[in-house]
Protein backbone atom coordinates (compact mmCIF):
# COMPACT_ATOMS: atom_id res chain seq x y z
CA UNK A 1 0.00 0.00 0.00
CA UNK A 2 1.74 3.13 -1.11
CA UNK A 3 0.96 6.81 0.66
CA UNK A 4 2.77 9.93 0.89
CA UNK A 5 3.31 11.98 3.60
CA UNK A 6 1.51 15.89 3.40
CA UNK A 7 1.54 16.52 7.53
CA UNK A 8 -0.94 18.36 9.69
CA UNK A 9 0.55 20.78 12.18
CA UNK A 10 -2.86 20.07 14.17
CA UNK A 11 -2.92 16.85 16.38
CA UNK A 12 -2.79 16.73 19.82
CA UNK A 13 1.08 16.08 21.17
CA UNK A 14 0.30 13.31 23.74
CA UNK A 15 1.43 9.96 22.45
CA UNK A 16 -1.64 7.25 22.55
CA UNK A 17 -0.70 3.89 22.81
CA UNK A 18 -1.25 1.35 20.25
CA UNK A 19 -3.97 -0.64 22.26
CA UNK A 20 -5.93 2.93 22.96
CA UNK A 21 -7.03 2.66 18.62
CA UNK A 22 -10.45 0.76 18.64
CA UNK A 23 -12.15 2.90 15.97
CA UNK A 24 -12.06 3.94 12.24
CA UNK A 25 -14.60 6.91 11.52
CA UNK A 26 -14.62 7.90 7.88
CA UNK A 27 -15.64 11.25 6.53
CA UNK A 28 -15.81 13.36 3.40
CA UNK A 29 -13.84 16.44 3.05
CA UNK A 30 -17.00 18.79 1.94
CA UNK A 31 -15.27 21.37 -0.09
CA UNK A 32 -14.58 22.57 -3.29
CA UNK A 33 -11.82 20.47 -4.26
CA UNK A 34 -8.72 18.33 -2.82
CA UNK A 35 -6.99 21.39 -3.22
CA UNK A 36 -8.78 23.74 -0.53
CA UNK A 37 -9.96 20.11 1.33
CA UNK A 38 -5.80 19.77 2.19
CA UNK A 39 -5.17 23.79 3.12
CA UNK A 40 -7.46 23.47 5.39
CA UNK A 41 -6.60 19.88 7.05
CA UNK A 42 -3.27 21.92 7.44
CA UNK A 43 -4.40 25.46 8.72
CA UNK A 44 -3.82 25.57 12.10
CA UNK A 45 -6.82 28.58 12.64
CA UNK A 46 -8.97 25.39 11.62
CA UNK A 47 -8.28 23.27 14.09
CA UNK A 48 -9.60 20.08 12.32
CA UNK A 49 -7.32 17.30 10.54
CA UNK A 50 -7.04 13.76 9.67
CA UNK A 51 -4.72 10.75 9.58
CA UNK A 52 -4.97 10.00 6.34
CA UNK A 53 -6.74 11.66 3.33
CA UNK A 54 -7.73 9.72 0.17
CA UNK A 55 -8.15 11.71 -3.21
CA UNK A 56 -10.09 10.45 -5.90
CA UNK A 57 -7.58 8.83 -8.15
CA UNK A 58 -7.14 6.81 -4.55
CA UNK A 59 -4.04 8.24 -3.33
CA UNK A 60 -3.60 7.84 -0.54
CA UNK A 61 -1.95 10.92 1.72
CA UNK A 62 -1.34 10.36 5.71
CA UNK A 63 -1.53 13.92 7.23
CA UNK A 64 -1.30 12.81 11.18
CA UNK A 65 0.98 9.82 12.21
CA UNK A 66 -1.07 6.65 13.78
CA UNK A 67 0.11 7.82 17.35
CA UNK A 68 -1.32 10.80 18.01
CA UNK A 69 -4.81 12.21 18.02
CA UNK A 70 -6.04 13.85 15.26
CA UNK A 71 -9.00 16.37 15.61
CA UNK A 72 -11.62 14.78 13.38
CA UNK A 73 -14.13 13.74 15.32
CA UNK A 74 -15.54 16.87 17.01
CA UNK A 75 -18.21 16.46 19.76
CA UNK A 76 -18.73 12.99 19.49
CA UNK A 77 -20.44 9.39 21.24
CA UNK A 78 -20.77 5.78 20.61
CA UNK A 79 -21.75 3.61 23.21
CA UNK A 80 -20.24 4.70 26.92
CA UNK A 81 -17.55 6.41 25.03
CA UNK A 82 -17.11 10.20 24.67
CA UNK A 83 -14.81 12.40 22.62
CA UNK A 84 -13.96 9.61 19.78
CA UNK A 85 -10.88 11.18 18.49
CA UNK A 86 -8.63 9.94 21.66
CA UNK A 87 -9.33 6.00 20.55
CA UNK A 88 -9.86 6.26 16.73
CA UNK A 89 -8.41 6.79 13.54
CA UNK A 90 -10.11 9.55 10.57
CA UNK A 91 -10.02 8.89 6.89
CA UNK A 92 -11.20 12.05 4.97
CA UNK A 93 -12.40 10.70 1.52
CA UNK A 94 -12.38 13.80 -1.26
CA UNK A 95 -15.96 14.19 -2.25
CA UNK A 96 -17.69 17.72 -2.36
CA UNK A 97 -19.97 16.69 -0.72
CA UNK A 98 -23.89 18.05 -0.17
CA UNK A 99 -22.82 21.74 -0.31
CA UNK A 100 -21.00 21.50 -3.17
CA UNK A 101 -22.01 18.82 -5.41
CA UNK A 102 -22.77 15.50 -3.91
CA UNK A 103 -20.28 12.93 -5.81
CA UNK A 104 -20.55 9.17 -5.84
CA UNK A 105 -17.20 7.86 -4.90
CA UNK A 106 -15.11 6.78 -7.53
CA UNK A 107 -13.96 2.50 -7.40
CA UNK A 108 -9.84 3.47 -7.04
CA UNK A 109 -11.00 5.78 -4.39
CA UNK A 110 -13.34 2.78 -2.23
CA UNK A 111 -10.52 0.52 -3.30
CA UNK A 112 -7.92 2.33 -1.44
CA UNK A 113 -10.15 2.78 1.60
CA UNK A 114 -10.75 -0.92 1.37
CA UNK A 115 -6.77 -1.52 1.32
CA UNK A 116 -6.36 1.35 4.47
CA UNK A 117 -8.98 -0.25 6.55
CA UNK A 118 -7.39 -3.74 5.69
CA UNK A 119 -4.26 -2.53 7.33
CA UNK A 120 -6.04 -1.02 10.21
CA UNK A 121 -7.99 -4.10 11.12
CA UNK A 122 -5.16 -6.26 11.25
CA UNK A 123 -2.48 -3.92 12.65
CA UNK A 124 -4.93 -2.78 15.92
CA UNK A 125 -7.21 -5.11 15.62
CA UNK A 126 -10.72 -3.82 15.10
CA UNK A 127 -14.19 -4.99 15.01
CA UNK A 128 -15.86 -4.78 11.91
CA UNK A 129 -18.75 -3.15 13.90
CA UNK A 130 -15.92 -0.02 15.21
CA UNK A 131 -15.67 1.18 10.94
CA UNK A 132 -17.94 3.84 11.10
CA UNK A 133 -19.07 7.24 9.85
CA UNK A 134 -18.95 10.65 11.37
CA UNK A 135 -22.61 10.72 10.97
CA UNK A 136 -22.84 7.54 13.30
CA UNK A 137 -20.81 9.45 15.87
CA UNK A 138 -22.25 12.72 15.53
CA UNK A 139 -26.14 13.09 14.23
CA UNK A 140 -27.01 16.07 15.27
CA UNK A 141 -24.03 17.94 13.16
CA UNK A 142 -22.69 15.88 10.59
CA UNK A 143 -24.20 13.82 7.24
CA UNK A 144 -21.22 12.51 6.22
CA UNK A 145 -19.90 10.18 4.46
CA UNK A 146 -23.68 10.62 3.56
CA UNK A 147 -25.78 8.25 1.50
CA UNK A 148 -23.82 7.93 -1.63
CA UNK A 149 -21.25 6.03 0.42
CA UNK A 150 -21.30 2.22 -0.39
CA UNK A 151 -21.26 0.66 3.33
CA UNK A 152 -23.03 -2.45 2.05
CA UNK A 153 -19.77 -2.98 -0.47
CA UNK A 154 -17.47 -2.32 2.80
CA UNK A 155 -19.07 -4.69 5.08
CA UNK A 156 -18.68 -7.26 2.41
CA UNK A 157 -14.78 -6.60 2.94
CA UNK A 158 -15.28 -6.82 6.96
CA UNK A 159 -15.71 -3.08 7.74
CA UNK A 160 -19.11 -1.89 9.11
CA UNK A 161 -22.23 -3.63 10.06
CA UNK A 162 -24.95 -4.53 7.32
CA UNK A 163 -28.32 -6.11 8.04
CA UNK A 164 -29.41 -9.59 6.72
CA UNK A 165 -33.33 -10.31 7.25
CA UNK A 166 -33.91 -13.59 9.16
CA UNK A 167 -37.14 -15.03 9.34
CA UNK A 168 -36.42 -16.89 13.04
CA UNK A 169 -36.93 -12.88 14.57
CA UNK A 170 -40.50 -12.04 14.96
CA UNK A 171 -40.87 -8.13 15.31
CA UNK A 172 -44.10 -7.00 17.09
CA UNK A 173 -45.57 -4.33 15.02
CA UNK A 174 -47.31 -2.19 17.01
CA UNK A 175 -46.99 1.13 15.19
CA UNK A 176 -47.79 3.11 18.41
CA UNK A 177 -44.37 0.89 19.68
CA UNK A 178 -42.13 1.96 16.76
CA UNK A 179 -40.05 4.62 18.47
CA UNK A 180 -40.02 3.37 21.73
CA UNK A 181 -39.17 -0.02 19.79
CA UNK A 182 -36.42 2.02 17.29
CA UNK A 183 -34.31 3.83 19.56
CA UNK A 184 -33.81 0.96 22.02
CA UNK A 185 -32.37 -0.78 18.44
CA UNK A 186 -30.28 2.13 18.50
CA UNK A 187 -28.92 2.30 21.54
CA UNK A 188 -28.20 -1.61 21.65
CA UNK A 189 -26.52 -1.03 18.13
CA UNK A 190 -24.58 2.12 19.70
CA UNK A 191 -26.23 5.25 18.56
CA UNK A 192 -26.40 8.17 21.14
CA UNK A 193 -28.14 11.71 21.21
CA UNK A 194 -31.70 10.82 21.51
CA UNK A 195 -34.37 10.01 24.62
CA UNK A 196 -35.21 6.19 24.94
CA UNK A 197 -38.49 7.53 26.25
CA UNK A 198 -39.25 10.71 25.34
CA UNK A 199 -39.81 12.17 21.76
CA UNK A 200 -37.51 14.41 21.13
CA UNK A 201 -36.47 17.67 18.45
CA UNK A 202 -33.30 15.45 17.57
CA UNK A 203 -35.19 11.96 16.94
CA UNK A 204 -36.19 13.10 13.07
CA UNK A 205 -31.91 13.81 12.42
CA UNK A 206 -30.73 10.50 13.95
CA UNK A 207 -33.28 9.13 12.28
CA UNK A 208 -32.48 10.59 9.22
CA UNK A 209 -28.74 9.69 9.41
CA UNK A 210 -29.45 5.81 10.66
CA UNK A 211 -31.59 6.13 7.02
CA UNK A 212 -29.25 7.46 4.85
CA UNK A 213 -26.52 4.54 5.70
CA UNK A 214 -29.02 1.58 5.68
CA UNK A 215 -32.08 2.79 3.73
CA UNK A 216 -30.28 5.12 0.92
CA UNK A 217 -33.16 5.56 -1.43
CA UNK A 218 -35.94 6.75 1.53
CA UNK A 219 -34.14 9.19 3.81
CA UNK A 220 -37.29 10.63 5.33
CA UNK A 221 -36.62 11.29 8.67
CA UNK A 222 -39.97 8.51 9.34
CA UNK A 223 -39.71 5.05 11.18
CA UNK A 224 -41.32 2.90 8.93
CA UNK A 225 -41.90 -1.04 9.20
CA UNK A 226 -38.39 -1.52 6.78
CA UNK A 227 -36.50 1.18 8.92
CA UNK A 228 -37.30 -0.37 12.50
CA UNK A 229 -36.82 -4.09 10.96
CA UNK A 230 -33.35 -3.26 9.72
CA UNK A 231 -33.10 -2.01 13.27
CA UNK A 232 -33.82 -4.38 14.99
CA UNK A 233 -31.32 -7.22 13.11
CA UNK A 234 -28.04 -4.93 13.14
CA UNK A 235 -29.08 -4.42 17.16
CA UNK A 236 -30.01 -8.80 17.33
CA UNK A 237 -26.92 -9.67 15.14
CA UNK A 238 -25.50 -13.22 16.45
Known sequence: MRKTLNLSPNFSRKKRPKSKIKYVIIHYTGMQSEIESIKRLKNPKSKVSCHYLINRKGNIIQMVHENKIAWHAGNSKWKNISNLNTSSLGIELVNKGEKFGYENFPNLQVKSLILLCKFFKTKYKIKKE??????????LRKIDPGYKFPWRTLSGFGFGQ????NRKYNIELDKKKYRNMFFNNL??????YFKLKQISKNDKKVISVFQQKYLP???NGKIDEKTL???YFLANKK
Open 162 to 165: WFKF
Open 187 to 192: YKIGYR
Open 229 to 231: KIS
Open 130 to 139: NFLGHSDIAP
Open 217 to 219: KKV
